[in-house]
Structures are given as C-alpha cells and as structure tokens.
C-alpha cells in the first residue's frame, strides 16, 4: 500500500527505553517493504492522503473539548504545514495515552463527525491542493479511514501497546 501517514503499535516498555531515533526507525515508512507485514499482523495501519482531514474531523468541531481527540492522528502535537515534526522526533503514546485515544474513538460518531465538518473538509482539501475536489466518496474514505484507526487503537489498548506516529518524508 502507499500511504503518507503511519501509526505502529510497539510494545509499552518501549516508549520509555528507545531513543528518538531508534523509535523513528521502528516506524514503517512509504514504499517500506516492511509495512505489507506489520499490517497483516495488525501492528501498523497507513493511509494516504485522509490524516489532515481524520484530524479536522476529530478536533475542529468543539463537540469533543476531551484532550484525547488530538491523540490518534498526530500523537498529540500540532500537523506542520511542511509536513516537518517539531525537533524531529517520532511522536509515541504511551499505554495510557493510546487507552485514551482508544476510548474517544470508541465513543465518537466518526461518520457524524466527518458529516458536520463537510465545509472545513472541502476547504481543506482544496488549500492542500488534492487532485479531486471533496465529495461523498472521499468523505466516505476519511470515515473508513476513521474506524480503521478505531479499530487499530482498540488492539493496542487492550494490548498495552504504545504507539508511534510517522508521517511520510
């Protein structure tokens, strides 16, 4: 698959013993071989071109002031308009964070959210210059996209797992 935006699940100990580097290279990454494997066994999950509008989705429409709503996409920080992540570093969540997280997207009604965001989305959508113009298909792939990454947050929770944020370089 070719994504952009990548999330992979490590164990919990690991947020707190690996290096920023060492969590960077943890971290599949575009045309990575080792993506296709992780997915299969669940441990990552990529998507192209929906994690600026998962994000809008989740935390711009002041329904959800829950701090966990800037959890699944971005770890927690800001997007960069560069696509640059502050210092460098690879954003990870600890166990409790990715419970957090997990626990929002439970309990969030991904397609309303999308629904009620329309406007924010296609605007956005425009000024990040995507080839289409937003439509129902493409809201219909951020909510895919959506319960994807719920799905992906509820494994790890129950796991314990931290997780780590990649966006392509």
Request: aromatic share 6%; with cysteine.
């Amino acid at each position: 698959m070719r994504a952009d935006h990548f999330w992979h699940r490590l164990p919990g100990r690991a947020a707190g013993t690996c290096s920023p580097e060492q969590l960077g290279e943890l971290v599949p990454r575009d045309r990575d071989v080792r993506y296709d494997r992780l997915a299969a066994a669940g441990l990552a999950l990529g998507v192209r071109r929906t994690a600026v509008l998962m994000e809008l989705a989740l935390t711009e429409n002041g329904l959800h002031p829950d701090p966990a709503a800037r959890l699944p996409v971005y770890g927690g920080g800001r997007h960069q308009p560069d696509g640059a992540l502050p210092d460098g570093a690879v954003p990870v969540l600890r166990p409790e964070q990715v419970a957090a997280a997990s626990a929002f997207l439970r309990d969030s009604a991904l397609g309303e959210l999308v629904r009620q965001q329309n406007s924010v989305l296609a605007r956005t959508a425009v000024h990040l210059g995507y080839p289409t113009p937003w439509s129902e298909a493409w809201a219909t792939l951020v909510v895919h996209d959506l319960r994807e990454l719920r799905d992906f947050f509820a494994r790890a929770a129950a796991a314990g797992d931290a997780v780590a944020v990649r966006e392509a370089e």
